[in-house]
Protein backbone atom coordinates (compact mmCIF):
# COMPACT_ATOMS: atom_id res chain seq x y z
CA UNK A 1 0.00 0.00 0.00
CA UNK A 2 1.49 3.50 -1.29
CA UNK A 3 2.08 5.58 2.11
CA UNK A 4 0.26 8.82 0.02
CA UNK A 5 -3.30 8.27 -1.52
CA UNK A 6 -4.46 10.53 -3.74
CA UNK A 7 -8.52 10.28 -4.88
CA UNK A 8 -9.76 10.90 -7.34
CA UNK A 9 -7.19 9.62 -9.74
CA UNK A 10 -9.10 11.59 -12.54
CA UNK A 11 -11.46 14.60 -12.38
CA UNK A 12 -12.94 16.38 -15.16
CA UNK A 13 -15.10 19.37 -14.38
CA UNK A 14 -16.76 22.31 -16.20
CA UNK A 15 -15.31 25.50 -15.71
CA UNK A 16 -16.35 27.72 -13.06
CA UNK A 17 -16.76 24.36 -10.55
CA UNK A 18 -15.18 24.01 -7.24
CA UNK A 19 -12.95 21.20 -7.31
CA UNK A 20 -11.50 19.38 -4.42
CA UNK A 21 -8.53 17.06 -4.59
CA UNK A 22 -7.89 14.78 -1.32
CA UNK A 23 -4.24 13.14 -0.33
CA UNK A 24 -4.23 10.97 2.58
CA UNK A 25 -0.97 9.45 4.24
CA UNK A 26 -0.30 6.58 6.68
CA UNK A 27 3.02 8.00 8.40
CA UNK A 28 3.82 10.42 10.58
CA UNK A 29 4.77 13.99 8.89
CA UNK A 30 6.62 17.20 9.39
CA UNK A 31 5.27 18.78 5.88
CA UNK A 32 3.23 18.28 3.42
CA UNK A 33 3.66 19.66 -0.40
CA UNK A 34 1.24 19.93 -3.28
CA UNK A 35 2.67 20.36 -6.80
CA UNK A 36 1.12 21.13 -9.91
CA UNK A 37 2.51 19.36 -13.23
CA UNK A 38 1.26 20.47 -16.30
CA UNK A 39 1.35 18.88 -19.75
CA UNK A 40 4.57 18.86 -21.32
CA UNK A 41 6.04 18.36 -18.14
CA UNK A 42 7.10 21.02 -15.60
CA UNK A 43 6.66 20.60 -11.87
CA UNK A 44 5.68 24.08 -9.94
CA UNK A 45 5.82 23.71 -5.73
CA UNK A 46 1.95 25.20 -4.94
CA UNK A 47 1.98 25.11 -1.07
CA UNK A 48 4.00 23.23 1.60
CA UNK A 49 2.22 23.49 4.98
CA UNK A 50 2.14 21.57 8.16
CA UNK A 51 -0.35 22.69 9.51
CA UNK A 52 -4.30 24.37 9.23
CA UNK A 53 -4.53 26.30 5.85
CA UNK A 54 -2.74 28.06 2.83
CA UNK A 55 -4.60 30.43 0.10
CA UNK A 56 -2.50 31.40 -2.74
CA UNK A 57 -5.15 32.99 -5.38
CA UNK A 58 -8.02 30.53 -6.34
CA UNK A 59 -6.03 27.71 -4.91
CA UNK A 60 -6.81 26.75 -1.11
CA UNK A 61 -4.91 24.06 0.49
CA UNK A 62 -5.76 22.43 3.81
CA UNK A 63 -4.32 19.71 6.39
CA UNK A 64 -5.26 17.67 9.38
CA UNK A 65 -2.37 16.59 10.95
CA UNK A 66 -4.76 14.23 13.58
CA UNK A 67 -6.52 12.64 11.05
CA UNK A 68 -3.38 12.80 8.55
CA UNK A 69 -5.69 14.03 5.65
CA UNK A 70 -4.82 16.83 3.06
CA UNK A 71 -7.07 18.59 0.30
CA UNK A 72 -6.81 20.95 -2.36
CA UNK A 73 -9.55 23.33 -3.54
CA UNK A 74 -9.73 25.82 -6.50
CA UNK A 75 -12.52 27.48 -6.73
CA UNK A 76 -13.85 29.40 -10.12
CA UNK A 77 -11.83 26.90 -12.00
CA UNK A 78 -10.47 27.22 -15.39
CA UNK A 79 -9.14 25.23 -17.93
CA UNK A 80 -6.01 25.98 -17.82
CA UNK A 81 -6.22 24.85 -14.37
CA UNK A 82 -6.16 21.31 -16.31
CA UNK A 83 -2.99 19.79 -14.73
CA UNK A 84 -1.90 16.83 -12.92
CA UNK A 85 -1.79 17.88 -9.21
CA UNK A 86 0.47 16.03 -7.07
CA UNK A 87 0.61 15.44 -2.71
CA UNK A 88 4.34 14.22 -1.62
CA UNK A 89 4.73 13.92 2.45
CA UNK A 90 7.76 14.82 4.74
CA UNK A 91 8.14 11.67 6.58
CA UNK A 92 9.10 12.89 10.41
CA UNK A 93 11.58 9.62 10.77
CA UNK A 94 13.76 7.95 8.57
CA UNK A 95 15.65 10.30 6.12
CA UNK A 96 12.94 12.74 5.79
CA UNK A 97 13.10 12.47 1.77
CA UNK A 98 9.56 13.26 0.21
CA UNK A 99 7.02 10.33 -0.64
CA UNK A 100 4.80 11.39 -3.58
CA UNK A 101 1.38 10.24 -4.15
CA UNK A 102 0.58 8.91 -8.09
CA UNK A 103 -1.21 12.30 -8.66
CA UNK A 104 -4.79 13.16 -9.94
CA UNK A 105 -5.18 14.55 -13.51
CA UNK A 106 -7.99 17.40 -13.29
CA UNK A 107 -9.53 18.49 -16.39
CA UNK A 108 -11.54 21.20 -17.02
CA UNK A 109 -14.02 21.94 -19.74
CA UNK A 110 -15.04 25.07 -21.30
CA UNK B 1 20.38 30.44 -16.33
CA UNK B 2 17.29 31.33 -14.11
CA UNK B 3 16.14 28.37 -11.64
CA UNK B 4 17.16 24.89 -12.71
CA UNK B 5 18.87 24.05 -16.20
CA UNK B 6 18.24 20.34 -17.07
CA UNK B 7 20.23 19.10 -20.33
CA UNK B 8 19.53 17.27 -22.51
CA UNK B 9 15.47 17.90 -23.00
CA UNK B 10 15.27 14.38 -24.14
CA UNK B 11 18.00 11.45 -25.12
CA UNK B 12 17.25 8.17 -27.24
CA UNK B 13 20.43 6.26 -25.68
CA UNK B 14 21.40 2.07 -27.07
CA UNK B 15 21.59 0.20 -24.20
CA UNK B 16 25.12 -0.64 -22.47
CA UNK B 17 26.08 3.31 -23.47
CA UNK B 18 27.43 5.58 -20.57
CA UNK B 19 24.93 8.96 -19.98
CA UNK B 20 25.29 11.97 -17.69
CA UNK B 21 22.58 14.41 -17.19
CA UNK B 22 23.10 17.64 -16.32
CA UNK B 23 21.44 19.57 -13.76
CA UNK B 24 22.43 23.25 -12.77
CA UNK B 25 20.79 25.59 -10.25
CA UNK B 26 21.82 29.34 -9.77
CA UNK B 27 19.91 29.91 -6.44
CA UNK B 28 22.43 29.07 -4.21
CA UNK B 29 20.22 26.11 -2.72
CA UNK B 30 21.96 23.13 -0.38
CA UNK B 31 20.04 20.39 -0.98
CA UNK B 32 19.31 18.91 -4.92
CA UNK B 33 17.52 15.89 -5.82
CA UNK B 34 17.31 13.68 -8.41
CA UNK B 35 14.09 12.12 -9.50
CA UNK B 36 12.60 9.54 -12.06
CA UNK B 37 9.00 9.55 -12.70
CA UNK B 38 7.11 6.33 -14.50
CA UNK B 39 3.63 6.43 -15.52
CA UNK B 40 1.12 5.24 -12.88
CA UNK B 41 4.66 5.20 -9.97
CA UNK B 42 4.59 8.73 -9.22
CA UNK B 43 8.06 10.74 -8.33
CA UNK B 44 10.77 8.47 -6.95
CA UNK B 45 13.67 9.67 -5.09
CA UNK B 46 17.09 8.50 -7.41
CA UNK B 47 19.75 9.90 -5.40
CA UNK B 48 20.32 13.39 -3.16
CA UNK B 49 22.78 15.71 -2.21
CA UNK B 50 21.91 17.75 1.26
CA UNK B 51 25.06 19.76 0.93
CA UNK B 52 27.95 20.14 -1.69
CA UNK B 53 30.28 17.78 -1.04
CA UNK B 54 28.03 14.82 0.15
CA UNK B 55 25.42 12.93 -1.62
CA UNK B 56 22.74 10.14 -0.40
CA UNK B 57 20.71 7.41 -2.03
CA UNK B 58 17.15 7.80 -2.55
CA UNK B 59 14.80 5.07 -3.62
CA UNK B 60 15.89 3.91 -6.43
CA UNK B 61 19.66 4.59 -6.57
CA UNK B 62 20.68 1.07 -8.33
CA UNK B 63 22.39 1.92 -11.72
CA UNK B 64 23.22 5.79 -11.02
CA UNK B 65 25.98 7.82 -9.38
CA UNK B 66 25.90 11.15 -8.45
CA UNK B 67 28.40 13.71 -7.40
CA UNK B 68 28.11 17.23 -6.02
CA UNK B 69 31.54 19.14 -6.29
CA UNK B 70 30.32 22.42 -6.10
CA UNK B 71 26.46 23.93 -4.99
CA UNK B 72 25.22 24.69 -8.51
CA UNK B 73 25.96 21.57 -10.08
CA UNK B 74 24.67 18.09 -9.34
CA UNK B 75 25.04 15.22 -12.40
CA UNK B 76 23.45 11.79 -12.58
CA UNK B 77 25.75 9.14 -14.49
CA UNK B 78 24.01 6.29 -15.99
CA UNK B 79 27.53 3.84 -16.47
CA UNK B 80 25.71 1.34 -18.43
CA UNK B 81 22.04 2.29 -19.45
CA UNK B 82 19.36 -0.80 -19.50
CA UNK B 83 15.75 -0.15 -20.96
CA UNK B 84 13.94 -0.23 -17.58
CA UNK B 85 15.82 3.51 -16.84
CA UNK B 86 13.38 4.74 -19.76
CA UNK B 87 11.84 7.18 -18.13
CA UNK B 88 11.07 11.34 -17.21
CA UNK B 89 14.14 12.59 -15.30
CA UNK B 90 13.69 15.45 -12.80
CA UNK B 91 16.44 17.63 -10.99
CA UNK B 92 14.95 19.34 -7.79
CA UNK B 93 16.68 21.95 -5.47
CA UNK B 94 15.67 23.93 -2.33
CA UNK B 95 17.00 25.87 0.56
CA UNK B 96 16.95 23.37 2.92
CA UNK B 97 15.12 19.46 3.75
CA UNK B 98 11.88 21.55 4.88
CA UNK B 99 11.84 24.04 2.40
CA UNK B 100 9.71 24.13 -1.25
CA UNK B 101 11.38 22.35 -4.32
CA UNK B 102 12.05 24.06 -7.35
CA UNK B 103 12.13 21.74 -10.14
CA UNK B 104 13.86 21.60 -13.41
CA UNK B 105 12.01 20.93 -16.55
CA UNK B 106 12.81 17.37 -16.89
CA UNK B 107 14.83 15.07 -19.30
CA UNK B 108 12.77 12.50 -21.07
CA UNK B 109 15.43 9.22 -21.58
CA UNK B 110 14.37 6.32 -24.23
CA UNK B 111 16.65 3.41 -23.59
CA UNK B 112 16.61 0.91 -26.45
Known amino acids: KNEVEQSPQNLTAQEGEFITINCSYS?????LHWLQQHPGGGIVSLFM???GKKKHGRLIATINIQEKHSSLHITASHPRDSAVYICAVVPNFGNEKLTFGTGTRLTIIP | IAGITQAPTSQILAAGRRMTLRCTQDMRHNAMYWYRQDLGLGLRLIHYSNTAGTTGKGEVPDGYSVSRANTDDFPLTLASAVPSQTSVYFC???????????FGNGTRLTVT
Open chain 1, 27 to 31: VGISA
Open chain 2, 92 to 102: ASSPDRQSALH
Open chain 1, 49 to 51: LSS
